[in-house]
């Protein structure tokens, strides 16, 4: 089981606990890491894509204002090698990196700046 406290909250709100994921210790290898390559179709949106990866289970497609600033994802299944994303900001560049994971872990990507 997996226990969450809640020291304090914001403006004395109520807590809310969205999107968790944990990770166990099984045997084996993480996913090798996942080359992606994303084009900007139009000044809100772009594409993403990989090739797939050995191994795993799905993808977080990690994307920011920079690289080292990739707050925003999105998680895919492991049949998918592609996203579309269509909440960018018009007029700034865009960041993006597909992490691959399985059940013994996550292996990050490299993060590419979106092509025009």
């Given at each position: 089981?997996?226990?969450?406290?809640?020291?304090?909250?914001?403006?004395?709100?109520?807590?809310?606990?969205?999107?968790?994921?944990?990770?166990?210790k099984?045997?084996?290898?993480?996913?090798?890491?996942a080359?992606?390559?994303?084009t900007?179709?139009?000044?809100?949106?772009?594409?993403?894509?990989?090739?797939?990866?050995?191994?795993?289970?799905?993808?977080?497609?990690?994307?920011?204002?920079?690289?080292d600033?990739?707050?925003?994802?999105?998680?895919?299944?492991g049949?998918?090698?592609?996203?579309?994303?269509?909440?960018?900001?018009?007029?700034?560049?865009?960041?993006?990196?597909?992490?691959?994971?399985?059940?013994?872990?996550v292996?990050?990507?490299?993060?590419?700046?979106?092509?025009?």
């Open positions: 089981h997996v226990r969450v406290t809640s020291v304090t909250t914001p403006f004395e709100s109520r807590l809310a606990v969205s999107g968790v994921r944990v990770f166990g099984a045997t084996g290898q993480r996913p090798a890491a080359a992606c390559e994303a900007r179709v139009d000044e809100l949106s772009a594409r993403v894509e990989w090739a797939p990866v050995d191994g795993d289970h799905g993808y977080n497609v990690r994307f920011g204002s920079a690289p600033k990739l707050y925003r994802s999105w998680q895919v299944g049949s998918e090698t592609s996203l579309d994303v269509r909440s960018l900001n018009a007029g700034a560049e865009s960041w993006f990196a597909v992490d691959a994971f399985n059940a013994s872990g292996t990050p990507g490299l993060a590419v700046v979106a092509r025009r």
